[in-house]
């Protein structure tokens, strides 16, 4: 058998000239289907067309289903003689699109951009390509992108070592709120001996990297009341409280302006980094000036820390406020209410609902009467300070793993052979529902993302940069040919 890396590069050429502008076109197809979750009829018709594009290679895909879900997708290729068995795990669901927002067409219209952004014609030819060409659409990058990438390797000859399984989830944008049941349910036909993500950005010097964790996450919607309808600002100003100058200081409160939150026993549970890891951040190539001039920042929310020291922490982001109106929309009034949505990046050690509830308790000790539903009329005449608080989401915990695992060994070194040095990264900054597969599978979980880190993920116009495709070709190529 050929070394993975001569075999890898041989494929390439093929892959460069014959496949790239067949893999964008079927890829096109894939992301017209709207797949945002809680749209189940939307859902299926992905997992159908998904079915098709692996039916072709003679991979059968079955659903996996629980009530309420979309289903996951389960297939597997068998390799006589393999004495291990991987999960490749991706997702085909999307975050919620608001579609005026979106530039050069709608969120499920994919096109081509050149490097300047403008709209490109479909090319009809693969030497028209230009690899720094962004295709535009819904879950471009997050997260159908491996989905294709591993029918692209698997085209270009790939021969697996192991036995493989593909996992393909269908709600993690919303927080995977069935993979325990699924996984529960369907556990015996998952077993396995590791499992790998393929999600999230690689690193921003666009190198190649594998991480060993992710941050956990929990949130809840906080909305403060004040008069019961708006009010005219000069006729009852100064002396009705109003609710969105209420929100900006208990907003306050809970977060200094170096950064650290002074929710009290916030960092209790913080499991930190070890010195193999803390050496694995000091390794990872400085980025940060270079992103503050892509970004227009002044300065990082922390001076003099870099960007992965500080995701090994965990982190309280005010993701979204509104009270009354702005802009051509003002109006001279006191709002009657304000909300603000919380969201919280949660590291090893942390408790999902442990940490919200000390967020309450801190909002307690600032005066407020809470409740979890609307209050009463009488609610609000008793107490000064109200406050509704609604949970919204039950929350991930964050799960690192040793980064001297075998199994990482042999992924690290598999992708270096085709992708030169990688960056090993003890913990990502999103969230990943790894947590439920380590529980119910007890596997380790590592993850190898292709993403461009600049593929506005989550927001409008997210993308994927062409040579990133590529190059996820070749890496989740390594990975599956890798000899676990």
Not at 144 to 173: M, Q, T, W
Not at 388 to 416: F, K, N, Q, W, Y
Not at 417 to 428: A, C, E, L
Not at 447 to 453: D, E, F, G, Q, Y
Request: overall charge neutral.
């Amino acid at each position: 058998m050929k070394p993975i890396a001569t075999f890898l590069l041989a494929a390439l050429p093929l892959l460069a000239q014959q496949d790239r502008l067949a893999m964008l076109d079927e890829y096109a197809e894939l992301l017209r289907i709207p797949n945002i979750a809680r749209n189940l009829g939307d859902m299926r018709r992905n997992a159908e067309f998904i079915e098709r594009m692996y039916a072709k290679r003679g991979i059968t895909l079955t659903r996996l289903e629980v009530p309420g879900a979309p289903p996951a997708l389960f297939g597997e290729i068998r390799v006589p003689g393999a004495q291990r068995t991987i999960i490749l795990y991706a997702h085909y669901d999307g975050q919620p699109v608001v579609p005026n927002q979106w530039t050069n067409g709608g969120p499920f219209e994919p096109v081509l951009l050149n490097r300047a952004g403008q709209k490109l014609p479909w090319p009809t030819s693969a030497a028209q390509l230009d690899p720094e060409w962004r295709l535009q659409a819904r879950s471009a990058s997050d997260d159908k992108a491996p989905v294709i990438a591993f029918l692209a390797a698997l085209d270009s000859g790939i021969k697996p070592r192991a036995n493989l399984k593909l996992f393909f989830d269908g709600e993690e944008e919303a927080g995977s709120p069935h993979a325990r049941a699924i996984l529960e349910k369907y556990k015996d036909r998952l077993r396995a001996d590791a499992m790998i993500f393929c999600d999230g950005p690689v690193h921003q010097s666009r190198r190649q990297l594998v991480s060993f964790g992710v941050r956990g996450t929990a949130g809840f919607e906080l909305t403060i009341y004040g008069p019961a309808r708006e009010l005219h600002s000069g006729h009852y100003g100064n002396w009705s409280p109003n609710p969105a100058l209420m929100m900006a200081h208990l907003i306050a409160s809970m977060k200094d302006e170096d950064g650290r939150v002074r929710v009290a026993g916030f960092y209790d549970d913080v499991i930190p980094l070890n010195e193999a890891e803390l050496g694995a951040v000091r390794e990872i190539p400085e980025v940060e000036e270079e992103l503050k001039r892509e970004l227009l920042l002044g300065a990082a929310e922390v001076p003099g820390k870099r960007l992965n020291e500080l995701i090994a922490i965990p982190a309280l982001n005010i993701q979204g406020i509104t009270s009354s109106s702005t802009g051509n929309e003002a109006r001279n009034v006191i709002p009657s209410r304000a909300v603000a949505n919380i969201g919280i990046r949660l590291v090893k050690g942390m408790d999902p609902q442990r940490t919200i509830d000390q967020c309450l308790e801190h909002i307690r000790k600032r005066g407020y009467f809470i409740v979890e539903r609307e209050p009463t009329a009488a609610e609000r005449l008793t107490h000064p300070r109200v406050a509704r608080v609604s949970r919204t989401r039950d929350g991930m915990r964050a799960v690192r793993v040793p980064m001297d695992l075998p199994l990482a060994a042999t992924v690290v070194r598999a992708i270096e052979k085709v992708r030169g040095p990688v960056i090993r990264q003890p913990t990502g900054g999103g969230t990943l529902p790894i947590a439920s597969f380590e529980d119910v599978l007890g596997i380790p979980v590592i993850i190898v993302p292709i993403a461009n880190h600049d593929n506005k993920q989550h927001s409008h116009d997210e993308n994927i940069r062409l040579q990133n495709l590529w190059d996820g070709v070749l890496t989740l190529g390594a990975v599956m040919s890798a000899e676990y």
